[in-house]
């Protein structure tokens, strides 16, 4: 499980984005890259309490239907489902950019197919071979930000052959260690926070994991010092060997650093784990947008059709349906090359925050509740419940009027919430013609500690 958060959070956003946050923030990216790891680590802390309390596939749908009604769960559920069906989309895309480059001649939109169709395979074998992937996918991934560290570091400090030992000045001198201003680190902590999405799907997996309660405690609790060693830390690497204002925000500063370091075929390493990060995101969205989209039908929230499941436990036809978005997407990027990515990146791009902000939510209500009925369940606690969630809930306001500020940012806002719009549409038309919704969905599902959370039969 703990591999499984690494690789749905681990990917192009570190390898080739931070240059981006680089040139935005100049040093102080640290900084942008801190804060928002710590409204990451929180808010999954704050979802862990309820994964912990009663373990449930889907949670964060299933936790915002008992905290607000059913009208929560439907339009986070399918919001979030459709954030990681064109997840799917465009990593196939990404994926087909790098293959193109290896084997030119072939058409781009071939090469997604061939991407998309491999990693359909990994998921429909069943749920062991999925995370034995994903874990070799991460692993991966580790070892080659592990090698970083310790390259980078040694260059910088001085110790590493051919070194100038100019590493350390580099976070303050041209320009300071903040040349752009503060406003310009808050407006890149809003690009970083992005960048960590994929953590939560932990908890989704902890549905089908044979010690749910173990596995999230463990994973939530480690997830701290990985988003330092792999996110921070890296950061920090790259700002003390290159000088901020060098790094080309188009390429990889992971290739940079160790080309001035003066590993051979870095700008070839990098690009092969490069290509193994957007299979390993892939693969880690397939898997999760197929979870959220079972939850749904237990839910009574999508077509019963889609709930069967082979003799492996393996919901095929929740996995098929994920993949549709990725097909269409190929035969788009056949018809209009070059626009694709771009588009279905636009259309999600601020459904992460709309999550966090519907998780921290969701425990500030369900957080009251359980300590007051059942406060035994509570083996993994929110740190200084309620107020150090009221203070994630405020960084997360505070991330979300930033892109509204912003210019670039607003586009992507606009399309997400637009997202949201068109599932509350769909969820009053569900009400009106639709079977009665009802927020007892994990005590109708047999979930241990499911009265504990529901709502009053008094609440509207």
């Given at each position: 499980?703990?591999?499984?958060?690494?690789?749905?959070?681990?990917?192009?956003?570190?390898?080739?984005?931070?240059?981006?946050?680089?040139?935005?923030?100049?040093?102080?990216?640290?900084?942008?890259?801190?804060?928002?790891?710590?409204?990451?680590?929180?808010?999954?802390?704050?979802?862990?309490?309820?994964?912990?309390?009663?373990?449930?596939?889907?949670?964060?749908?299933?936790?915002?239907?008992?905290?607000?009604?059913?009208?929560?769960?439907?339009?986070?559920?399918?919001?979030?489902?459709?954030?990681?069906?064109?997840?799917?989309?465009?990593?196939?895309?990404?994926?087909?950019?790098?293959?193109?480059?290896?084997?030119?001649?072939?058409?781009?939109?071939?090469?997604?197919?061939?991407?998309?169709?491999?990693?359909?395979?990994?998921?429909?074998?069943?749920?062991?071979?999925?995370?034995?992937?994903?874990?070799?996918?991460?692993?991966?991934?580790?070892?080659?930000?592990?090698?970083?560290?310790?390259?980078?570091?040694?260059?910088?400090?001085?110790?590493?052959?051919?070194?100038?030992?100019?590493?350390?000045?580099?976070?303050?001198?041209?320009?300071?260690?903040?040349?752009?201003?503060?406003?310009?680190?808050?407006?890149?902590?809003?690009?970083?926070?992005?960048?960590?999405?994929?953590?939560?799907?932990?908890?989704?997996?902890?549905?089908?994991?044979?010690?749910?309660?173990?596995?999230?405690?463990?994973?939530?609790?480690?997830?701290?010092?990985?988003?330092?060693?792999?996110?921070?830390?890296?950061?920090?690497?790259?700002?003390?060997?290159?000088?901020?204002?060098?790094?080309?925000?188009?390429?990889?500063?992971?290739?940079?650093?160790?080309?001035?370091?003066?590993?051979?075929?870095?700008?070839?390493?990098?690009?092969?784990?490069?290509?193994?990060?957007?299979?390993?995101?892939?693969?880690?969205?397939?898997?999760?947008?197929?979870?959220?989209?079972?939850?749904?039908?237990?839910?009574?929230?999508?077509?019963?059709?889609?709930?069967?499941?082979?003799?492996?436990?393996?919901?095929?036809?929740?996995?098929?349906?994920?993949?549709?978005?990725?097909?269409?997407?190929?035969?788009?990027?056949?018809?209009?090359?070059?626009?694709?990515?771009?588009?279905?990146?636009?259309?999600?791009?601020?459904?992460?925050?709309?999550?966090?902000?519907?998780?921290?939510?969701?425990?500030?209500?369900?957080?009251?509740?359980?300590?007051?009925?059942?406060?035994?369940?509570?083996?993994?606690?929110?740190?200084?419940?309620?107020?150090?969630?009221?203070?994630?809930?405020?960084?997360?306001?505070?991330?979300?009027?930033?892109?509204?500020?912003?210019?670039?940012?607003?586009?992507?806002?606009?399309?997400?919430?637009?997202?949201?719009?068109?599932?509350?549409?769909?969820?009053?038309?569900?009400?009106?013609?639709?079977?009665?919704?009802?927020d007892r969905v994990l005590e109708l599902a047999g979930r241990p500690g499911a009265e504990g959370l529901r709502r009053d039969p008094a609440a509207p």
């Open positions: 499980m703990a591999l499984i958060a690494i690789g749905g959070s681990v990917g192009a956003g570190l390898f080739i984005g931070s240059g981006a946050v680089i040139r935005m923030a100049g040093p102080a990216a640290v900084v942008s890259y801190v804060l928002a790891g710590a409204l990451v680590f929180l808010t999954l802390r704050a979802l862990g309490e309820m994964v912990v309390a009663v373990p449930a596939g889907g949670s964060f749908s299933d936790y915002a239907r008992l905290a607000f009604g059913p009208w929560a769960g439907f339009t986070i559920g399918w919001v979030y489902w459709w954030m990681y069906a064109v997840l799917v989309a465009a990593e196939s895309v990404a994926g087909a950019a790098i293959l193109g480059r290896w084997v030119p001649g072939v058409p781009g939109w071939a090469l997604a197919l061939l991407v998309l169709l491999s990693m359909t395979v990994a998921n429909l074998v069943s749920v062991r071979f999925f995370a034995e992937t994903e874990s070799f996918f991460s692993l991966v991934k580790v070892a080659t930000i592990v090698a970083f560290l310790l390259i980078g570091g040694l260059w910088a400090l001085g110790l590493w052959s051919g070194s100038d030992g100019s590493g350390v000045s580099n976070l303050w001198e041209h320009g300071g260690f903040a040349p752009q201003g503060w406003v310009a680190v808050l407006a890149a902590t809003v690009v970083v926070l992005f960048a960590f999405g994929g953590v939560e799907i932990i908890t989704v997996a902890a549905g089908e994991s044979a010690e749910p309660e173990r596995g999230v405690a463990s994973a939530v609790t480690n997830v701290l010092w990985r988003i330092g060693l792999f996110y921070v830390a890296s950061i920090v690497v790259v700002v003390m060997v290159l000088p901020w204002h060098t790094v080309d925000p188009a390429l990889s500063p992971f290739v940079a650093v160790m080309e001035r370091v003066g590993v051979p075929g870095a700008a070839l390493i990098m690009e092969v784990v490069v290509f193994v990060a957007v299979l390993s995101v892939l693969n880690a969205a397939m898997y999760t947008s197929s979870r959220m989209l079972f939850t749904l039908t237990r839910q009574g929230d999508a077509p019963r059709v889609l709930r069967g499941v082979n003799r492996r436990g393996v919901p095929v036809r929740a996995i098929l349906l994920g993949t549709v978005v990725g097909y269409a997407a190929a035969v788009a990027d056949y018809l209009w090359p070059g626009r694709v990515f771009p588009f279905l990146v636009a259309s999600i791009g601020a459904i992460l925050l709309i999550l966090f902000l519907t998780i921290c939510a969701s425990q500030l209500v369900l957080g009251g509740r359980v300590r007051r009925r059942e406060p035994e369940r509570l083996s993994l606690r929110m740190w200084a419940f309620p107020y150090l969630t009221w203070v994630v809930l405020a960084g997360l306001v505070t991330i979300f009027v930033a892109m509204v500020v912003i210019p670039d940012q607003r586009q992507a806002l606009w399309a997400s919430v637009g997202s949201v719009v068109v599932a509350l549409v769909a969820y009053a038309f569900r009400r009106r013609w639709g079977s009665r919704p009802s």
